[in-house]
C-alpha cells in the first residue's frame, strides 16, 4: 500500500518573494489553474487583505477560479500579543477571504518569542491555541505554520512542544514545521521531525516547509518525509526569495518515482513539466535548463561513446523514463557527432535519411560550425537543417525583400522596417516601427505572414542573446544571435551567424517564424 503525501503549493506566496518577479492578479489566476491542473493538493493565495492587489485576487478568485482537484488556502498569522481575538485585523481577513482552509504563521521558537514580538513564552502559546480556536470555531480547516521551527527546537525544545501542542488541542489539522532561514541539514531534520512524529504525530498531520539557503530544500523536506511528515510544501521551479524554496518540481517525482509515495492523482505527473514550464512562462522567469525532471537538458544526451548504446537501451543512461514526468528525451547534436547521433535525431525527428543525405548533414554541421554557428543550442535551426538535407523546402512564405531603417531625430531614434513577402501567388508588403531594429523586422515579418498564418500569433519571442564571436576583431567580428521563441507548448530556439548583426537576427527570425508554422497545432 502506498502512502499519500500532501502537496502544498505556496508560488503564489512565498514564490512571489523572489527578487525580480511580480506578478498580475491575471497571472496569478493562471497560475493558480495551472496548480489545479497538476493537481496539487492545497493552493496557497496569499494575504488576504494585505494590499490592493491581493484583495482583488481573492476577490476574483471567488468567483473566477473553477478548481476541481485543489483546496484554496488563504494565509495570515496568529492575533498580535496582548491582542483580542475577534478584535484581530488579519484573522478578520482570513474569514473574510471565504474559503475552505486557512493557513496561519505561528512563532515557535522562543527566542522570537521573546525578542521579536517582545512577549512571554506564556502569551506566544496562547496567542496560538486562541487563533487556531477562533478560525476552526468559525468553521475553517486550520493549518499551522511554525515559524523557525527547527532553529527554535535545537535552543528549547521544550517551547516548540508547546507551541505544537496548543495547535494541535485547538484542532489545527497541520502543524507544518518551518526551516525559515534555510540553514538546516538533512540529518537534523529527519531527527527533530521524528521526535516530533513521536510526540504528535498520532494527533495532527506534520507538514515541512524549507527553503533552500544550504541547497538542502529537497534533500530536507525527503529526510521531513522520512521523519514521519506526511505534508510538503515548497514552490514550483523552487522559487522564493533568497536562494529559493524547496523545489517541488524535483520533490514531487522524487517521492512518487522513487519511494512509492503518493502525491499527485492518478494520471497528472506526466503534466510535471508542462505546468513548470508554463508558469516560469506566465512569471517570465525561464526554467533553468537544467533542473531535474523538467529542464530541458533533463534527459538530453550529448553526441559521444554512449549514444549508439542509447538507442540499444535507453534505460541504462536515464535514471527515470523522461514520459512519467512528460519530458523527453534529447539528443544534443554538435559537430562532433558522429554518424550514429545523426541517425537517431533522424528517427527521433521521424525522419528519413540513408547514409549520402547523413554524410551532407554532418559536412554541413562542420561548415557551418566552423562558421560560428553552434547548433547545440539551437535544436529548432537544426531541426531545419536536416530537413533540407532531405531535399524539403519550407513554402510557407517566401522573402522578396527586407529593409530596416534607423535614424535619429532631435535626440530620438526611430526605427523603420519594411518586408515584402509572397505566400502562394500574393504578395504582401508590411511595415512596422520598433523599439529597435530587431523589434522592427520581427512585427514586420509577422505582419506580413500573419495574415496567411493566424497562429502566429500564439507565438512570441522569449529571449534573444548577441554574442560577439572573434572578439578580436571588434565591430568587425562575427556575430551570433540565439533567439527563443515559445507558443505556450512549445519553446524552440533557432540561430543566425553573421558578420551584420541584423543579418544574423533575420536569419534566427526567419527560421523560428518557419519553425512555428512547422509545428503549428493541426486544427
Ligand atoms: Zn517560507
Redesign the pocket.
Known sequence: MSTTVEIFD?TLR?GLQVEGVSATVEDKLRIAEQLDHLGVQYIEGGWPGANPKDIEFFARAATELHLTTSTFVAFGSTRRPRGKVDEDQTLQHLLDANTRAVCIVAKSSDYHVTEALKTTLDEGAAMIADSVEFLTGNGRQVLVDMEHFFDGFKDNPEFSFRALEAAVLKGATHVVL?D?NGGSLPHEVEEIVTRVNAHVGNDVIIGI?C?DDTGCAVANSMAAVRGGARHVQGTLNGL?ERTG?ANLTTIIPNLQLKQDFICLPEGRLERLTVVSHRVAETLNRAVNPQSPYVGSSAFAHKAGLHVSAIVRAKDAYEHVDPQLVGNDTRFVVSEMAGRATIQMKADDLGLEMDGAVINTVIDELKRLEHEGYHFEAADASLELLMRRATGWKQDYFEVESMRVITDEVSDTFNTEATVKVWIGEERFVFTAEGNGPVNAIDTALRRAVGRAYPHLENIHLTDYKVRILDGGEATGAVTRVLLSATDGIRDWTTIGVSSNIIEASWRALEESVVYGLLHAPVS
Open positions: 505556496t512565498d518551518c525559515t516547509h527553503h522564493g524554496n
